[in-house]
């Protein structure tokens, strides 16, 4: 009993409950794939073998095989048309594609395929198809004249998963893309502008002529190629509105390769091995319209599988109108290859599209664009997980999606935070309507935070509203005249008070160092001429400077005295701190010179010669007797030297160690000649007294040696870098005395210009650009300074335009301005006067610098996590090399751009991050910014060498 498979209706189209609506979109309607079978008459070669017709078209829906073999007979088979082997091309076209190809016109996507074995006559009912459609179109596009048609042509080949454009066969393989918007696209394909009709000719002739050329070179190529011609229709309806619609729609032929090979693989489950034979293709578009027909349609498709399947996704249950045509053999031979055929008909008859106008308004071009995006993320999101590089690509994209919601987002708050600042500076303008001169009795805390050491306890914000008062000015001079205008005299003679104190600090610390680094010149008073007589000039600049720094303690503060009489008095004090500052300079450079007796290198054979000649001995055998003198000096208790003395001491043979110098023969012929005294009672060293046992070959006797030249290149650098500290803790008193004085003289002049200040006010617009002209200044001169990172970041993330930041900003501004006058002058100065270092604090701020980048750099994967760090990398442009590196790199590119507010913000946000200031959730004060330039925090006191060799190391 034949069973037989139910008919498909003759019209599939199905709009359950008529057509309907996707929310904004247009309407789409479900059906079926239109499925015909087509029966070919026997081959010539077919009727030369006598072989037999296995098959009869029942009716024009009907196919049964005949009972030819021993085998039962399969059927009957139902579909949408069968057309018998005298059928004509044109009637399989009218019955089988015509309907489906024209929906193109209306813009829906339509593809005819033509499916079957090899020589099935595929090609052959392909070629009329297409031809039949080209000439309808053309046809329908005469007879539609109010709508304009623009129509392009492009074609393909797919073989052994490679597509190649048939238009130009010389681009070579091309790569399949996920597009938004027309989902997966063929990268590069050639897309003609077709004329006319013509010309729609003349172009699939050369497809098919670039499609011979492939055939004649590959051998039995046609049978395992698809073809694909797609015809692309755009036409255009100027509509009374106004409105420009279009329709958009896509024609594809498809005249796939001889199903064949799929079908066993398939049926049989016969695993090829040999890769050429299996055409991953044609079983994936098996795969497909099985896993489709059997209802699987939200379950997962592998159209990614394969080229084709990929390519025609929409033809394939999407968005699109289909009809394919199966063509057979009526031949016995072949009985088995058509059974297939009709099997692959049968599921596909049983896919349901889900076809739509794709029609384009033009004042909807913003909505296209989100469907657009929304498809494309789609896409993304379907495609499968195992490639990695995808996943990656995908994580990336979200990456930079999430980086571009987070900058929006940032320029959103400020600039709801401008608008805020603004409608508040306004608010304001409009109740300080009191009379002028209410507030000027009250000492201004932005003045007294500037100037004092105190912390005022009282927060910015509880200051009257009166005090943050601005007087209009563009400049800088503005500010400064309203700081000084608002300042109680009291408050800055307080303030001269404290700087005293300061000034008699330093002098006090600076006498305890030159102490010491008199007792160690002392000691080294030994050696060649030249090396005496700096050393002689040095002891009489220490003099000197123990004079000068003491001065201070002799000034008697009265308990109250005029504001002039004090700033008189601070003026006079100038000389001093100016002498004390030359004095310093010239003690530095004697160190200097000093210090070049002494080179710090290891004592290389040619080292050592150049150093006989130039007779530098101060630490040879002759300096013996001043040994205890350097191994105990206060200079020298931390240094290496020490502890490898008392290793020796250690390991002397017992008995020899009751005193250092006193037992063992090395030092015998030293004791029988005792050092001379100076008349101060010091110890000399003459050469002449020098003895023999510099050439000695103990080996204790070069270590010492070696030990006393080490600790006293140590002691020679700490003294330098103490010096250079003072000298610098100088130049800030000096800074801050000029800063007061200013304040001062301003104050006195206030009344004179006190009229003139009050004509104009200071909007908010207007010190909101002050502002942001101030914080581009400061930010550069962080940036010409090499001003630590940190600091840049909290001064910047606490300051942000705020009308209490004025005073802040203007002396982070002075200060920065002075920092980089100071460092000029000393880049500029010569070499031959400032020593080796000629630009030292400059190589120091930058070696300071580089060692704080170093120390965040370690902090990048604690405080940031390995997604934030991967999207920092991104968008840093941080090449993927070595974990270490990339952090490194990414935190030396942190502040480095001064121009771009962008990088600079940015900057700041990540290094915050990494210092934590955001995470301990504290409010940073802004009165850490030291506006008081010298906080008693700050002040380093005379702490020993311990100190100093502790600067030396960091
Ligand atoms: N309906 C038909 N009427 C007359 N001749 C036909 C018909 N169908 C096919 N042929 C002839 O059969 C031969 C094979 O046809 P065709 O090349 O179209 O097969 P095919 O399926 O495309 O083969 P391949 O897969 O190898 O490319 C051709 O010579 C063609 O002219």
């Known amino acids: 009993?034949?069973?037989?498979?139910?008919?498909?209706?003759?019209?599939?189209?199905?709009?359950?409950?008529?057509?309907?609506?996707?929310?904004?979109?247009?309407?789409?309607?479900?059906?079926?794939?239109?499925?015909?079978?087509?029966?070919?008459?026997?081959?010539?070669?077919?009727?030369a073998s006598y072989d037999l017709i296995a098959w009869d078209c029942t009716d024009e829906h009907t196919i049964v095989s005949r009972n030819l073999?021993?085998?039962?007979?399969?059927?009957?088979?139902?579909?949408?048309?069968?057309?018998?082997?005298?059928?004509?091309?044109?009637?399989?076209?009218?019955?089988?594609?015509?309907?489906?190809?024209?929906?193109?016109?209306?813009?829906?996507?339509?593809?005819?395929?033509?499916?079957?074995?090899?020589?099935?006559?595929?090609?052959?009912?392909?070629?009329?198809?297409?031809?039949?459609?080209?000439?309808?179109?053309?046809?329908?596009?005469?007879?539609?004249?109010?709508?304009?048609?623009?129509?392009?042509?492009?074609?393909?080949?797919?073989?052994?998963?490679?597509?190649?454009?048939?238009?130009?066969?010389?681009?070579?393989?091309?790569?399949?893309?996920?597009?938004?918007?027309?989902?997966?696209?063929?990268?590069?394909?050639?897309?003609?502008?077709?004329?006319?009709?013509?010309?729609?000719?003349?172009?699939?002739?050369?497809?098919?002529?670039?499609?011979?050329?492939?055939?004649?070179?590959?051998?039995?190529?046609?049978?395992?190629?698809?073809?694909?011609?797609?015809?692309?229709?755009?036409?255009?309806?100027?509509?009374?509105?106004?409105?420009?619609?279009?329709?958009?729609?896509?024609?594809?032929?498809?005249?796939?390769?001889?199903?064949?090979?799929?079908?066993?693989?398939?049926?049989?489950?016969?695993?090829?091995?040999?890769?050429?034979?299996?055409?991953?293709?044609?079983?994936?578009?098996?795969?497909?319209?099985?896993?489709?027909?059997?209802?699987?349609?939200?379950?997962?498709?592998?159209?990614?599988?394969?080229?084709?399947?990929?390519?025609?996704?929409?033809?394939?249950?999407?968005?699109?109108?289909?009809?394919?045509?199966?063509?057979?053999?009526?031949?016995?031979?072949?009985?088995?290859?058509?059974?297939?055929?009709?099997?692959?008909?049968?599921?596909?008859?049983?896919?349901?599209?889900?076809?739509?106008?794709?029609?384009?308004?033009?004042?909807?071009?913003?909505?296209?664009?989100?469907?657009?995006?929304?498809?494309?993320?789609?896409?993304?999101?379907?495609?499968?997980?195992?490639?990695?590089?995808?996943?990656?690509?995908?994580?990336?994209?979200?990456?930079?999606?999430?980086?571009?919601?987070?900058?929006?987002?940032?320029?959103?708050?400020?600039?709801?935070?401008?608008?805020?600042?603004?409608?508040?500076?306004?608010?304001?303008?409009?109740?300080?309507?009191?009379?002028?001169?209410?507030?000027?009795?009250?000492?201004?805390?932005?003045?007294?935070?500037?100037?004092?050491?105190?912390?005022?306890?009282?927060?910015?914000?509880?200051?009257?509203?009166?005090?943050?008062?601005?007087?209009?000015?563009?400049?800088?001079?503005?500010?400064?005249?309203?700081?000084?205008?608002?300042?109680?005299?009291?408050?800055?003679?307080?303030?001269?008070?404290?700087?005293?104190?300061?000034?008699?600090?330093?002098?006090?610390?600076?006498?305890?160092?030159?102490?010491?680094?008199?007792?160690?010149?002392?000691?080294?008073?030994?050696?060649?001429?030249?090396?005496?007589?700096?050393?002689?000039?040095?002891?009489?600049?220490?003099?000197?400077?123990?004079?000068?720094?003491?001065?201070?303690?002799?000034?008697?503060?009265?308990?109250?005295?005029?504001?002039?009489?004090?700033?008189?008095?601070?003026?006079s004090q100038g000389i001093n701190i100016a002498y004390l500052e030359e004095k310093l300079e010239n003690v530095q450079k004697s160190i200097d010179k000093l210090a070049m007796y002494f080179p710090t290198s290891e004592v290389t054979p040619d080292s050592k010669t150049q150093l006989r000649k130039k007779k530098i001995l101060p630490f040879n055998l002759s300096n013996t007797a001043n040994m205890p003198n350097i191994i105990w000096s206060p200079c020298s208790p931390l240094s290496s030297s020490r502890k490898i003395m008392e290793y020796e001491i250690e390991n002397r043979a017992p008995g020899n160690n009751s005193h250092l110098l006193s037992g063992g023969d090395t030092f015998r012929g030293h004791k029988a000649t005792p050092p001379k005294s100076d008349k101060d009672g010091n110890c000399i060293s003459s050469r002449e007294g020098t003895p023999a046992p510099r050439q000695s070959n103990s080996v204790n006797v070069k270590k010492i040696q070696k030990m006393f030249k080490t600790a006293a290149e140590e002691n020679i650098q700490s003294i330098k870098a103490y010096v250079t500290e003072l000298k610098e803790r100088v130049a800030k008193l000096q800074y801050q005395k000029q800063l007061l004085v200013c304040q001062v003289l301003e104050l006195e002049s206030n009344d004179i210009a006190s009229d003139e200040t009050d004509i104009v006010d200071q909007s908010p617009m207007s010190w909101h650009l002050m502002f942001e002209d101030q914080r581009k200044q400061i930010v550069m001169l962080w940036h010409l300074c090499h001003v630590s990172i940190v600091h840049r970041t909290q001064f910047y993330l606490l300051f942000r335009g705020d009308p209490a930041d004025q005073i802040y900003m203007e002396v982070e501004l002075r200060r920065l301005t002075w920092l980089e006058q100071h460092l000029a002058e000393l880049g500029n100065a010569s070499p031959a006067l400032l020593g080796d270092d000629p630009a030292g604090s400059v190589s120091s701020s930058i070696r300071a610098l580089k060692q704080e980048r170093e120390y965040l750099a370690k902090r990048v994967s604690s405080k940031l996590t390995a997604e934030e760090r991967e999207m920092l990398y991104i968008k840093w442009d941080i090449p993927p090399e070595g974990k270490l590196r990339r952090r490194l790199q990414l935190v030396n590119k942190l502040w480095i751009d001064p121009l771009n507010m962008q990088h600079v913000e940015e900057s700041a946000e990540i290094v915050a991050k990494l210092v934590g200031f955001c995470e301990s959730g504290e409010h940073v004060s802004k009165e850490m910014f030291e506006l008081n330039f010298v906080s008693p925090s700050d002040k380093k006191t005379w702490m020993g060498w311990n100190l100093i060799s502790n600067l030396l190391h960091l």
């Not at 008529?18 to 077919?46: A, D, M, N």
């Open 1 to 47: 009993m034949m069973v037989g498979t139910p008919a498909t209706p003759a019209s599939k189209i199905r709009t359950p409950g008529g057509p309907r609506c996707t929310p904004g979109g247009p309407k789409v309607r479900e059906e079926k794939i239109l499925v015909t079978v087509r029966v070919r008459p026997l081959s010539p070669k077919e009727q």
């Open 69 to 571: 073999s021993h085998e039962r007979p399969t059927g009957p088979y139902t579909f949408d048309k069968v057309f018998d082997p005298i059928c004509s091309t044109q009637k399989v076209y009218e019955d089988g594609a015509r309907d489906v190809a024209l929906s193109a016109l209306n813009g829906i996507n339509a593809t005819i395929f033509a499916y079957g074995q090899t020589s099935s006559g595929k090609t052959f009912t392909m070629r009329g198809i297409t031809e039949n459609a080209a000439k309808d179109i053309y046809e329908h596009i005469k007879q539609t004249p109010k709508r304009y048609f623009v129509l392009k042509l492009s074609a393909l080949e797919i073989y052994n998963e490679t597509v190649v454009d048939l238009l130009n066969r010389e681009s070579g393989s091309l790569r399949l893309l996920d597009d938004p918007e027309k989902g997966t696209i063929v990268e590069k394909l050639t897309e003609e502008v077709v004329k006319d009709s013509q010309h729609l000719r003349h172009l699939i002739g050369v497809c098919e002529a670039h499609r011979k050329v492939g055939e004649t070179a590959l051998n039995d190529k046609s049978s395992r190629s698809h073809q694909i011609v797609r015809l692309t229709i755009e036409s255009s309806l100027q509509e009374n509105s106004g409105c420009l619609r279009s329709f958009l729609a896509s024609l594809n032929f498809v005249d796939l390769a001889g199903s064949e090979r799929a079908s066993q693989t398939n049926a049989d489950g016969i695993k090829l091995k040999e890769g050429s034979h299996i055409n991953r293709s044609l079983l994936t578009l098996t795969t497909v319209i099985r896993k489709l027909s059997g209802g699987k349609r939200n379950g997962h498709i592998p159209y990614r599988d394969s080229k084709l399947t990929r390519i025609l996704q929409p033809s394939l249950g999407g968005n699109a109108r289909t009809a394919i045509i199966c063509t057979m053999s009526p031949a016995l031979s072949h009985v088995e290859q058509s059974r297939n055929t009709l099997s692959f008909a049968t599921s596909a008859k049983e896919v349901t599209n889900s076809a739509q106008v794709n029609m384009v308004v033009a004042d909807k071009q913003l909505v296209k664009h989100l469907q657009k995006e929304v498809a494309r993320l789609e896409a993304e999101l379907q495609s499968p997980g195992p490639s990695s590089s995808s996943s990656l690509c995908l994580q990336t994209l979200l990456m930079e999606k999430d980086l571009k919601i987070q900058q929006m987002e940032r320029e959103m708050n400020e600039l709801k935070r401008q608008r805020d600042l603004a409608q508040s500076q306004l608010e304001l303008e409009r109740t300080n309507k009191e009379p002028k001169g209410l507030n000027q009795d009250r000492p201004s805390r932005q003045v007294a935070k500037c100037l004092s050491f105190l912390v005022e306890n009282e927060s910015v914000s509880n200051r009257p509203v009166l005090e943050t008062r601005a007087r209009k000015a563009l400049g800088r001079q503005a500010i400064v005249r309203q700081s000084a205008t608002s300042t109680d005299p009291s408050m800055l003679v307080h303030e001269i008070r404290k700087l005293e104190m300061l000034q008699r600090q330093l002098g006090e610390e600076a006498n305890r160092a030159l102490e010491v680094l008199q007792k160690e010149v002392a000691s080294h008073r030994m050696g060649s001429q030249d090396a005496a007589e700096t050393i002689a000039k040095l002891l009489s600049e220490i003099k000197d400077m123990r004079a000068v720094s003491s001065i201070p303690e002799e000034i008697k503060i009265r308990g109250k005295a005029s504001l002039k009489e004090e700033i008189t008095r601070l003026n």
